[in-house]
Each structure stands twice: as C-alpha cells, then as structure tokens.
C-alpha cells in the first residue's frame, strides 16, 4: 500500500499528457532550466561583491 505499481504511474502520466498536451511540458522544462541559470547567475554576480566587503577594514 505504500508504494505505487507502474499501473498507477502510466495512468499519472496519462493524466499530465492530457492536462499539458505535448508541446507544453518541453516548454516548462525550459522555463524551469532558464530559472535555475538565472538564479545561478545572480549568485555569482553576488559573490564579488561580498568578497569585497570582507576586505573592508572594520571599525
């Protein structure tokens, strides 16, 4: 009862085809990839700046 059998995750994915069609999961995997670049990005465009305030004499 705990897990599920491969009956239970074909009727799943049945389902998300229907819901998402084919073109839009491609899309939101996509969406999902850009995102996670992006999030990247913006940490390593943080870290310089971070670097230098550690550098700052303290008073």
């Known amino acids: 009862m705990g897990s599920f059998s491969i009956w239970h ?7 998300v085809m229907l819901l ?7 899309e939101l995997m996509g969406d999902v990839a850009r995102g996670i670049k992006a999030f990247k990005r913006g ?6 700046a971070a670097l230098d305030n550690d ?5």
């Not at 995750?9 to 389902?15: D, Y």
């Not at 998402?20 to 491609?26: A, E, L, Q, T, V």
């Not at 940490?43 to 310089?48: G, I, Q």
Request: net charge neutral.
């Open 43 to 48: 940490l390593n465009e943080d870290e310089p």
């Open 9 to 15: 995750w074909l009727i799943v994915l049945a389902v």
């Open 20 to 26: 998402f069609g084919r073109g839009k999961i491609p």
């Open 55 to 59: 550098l700052s004499p303290r008073l």
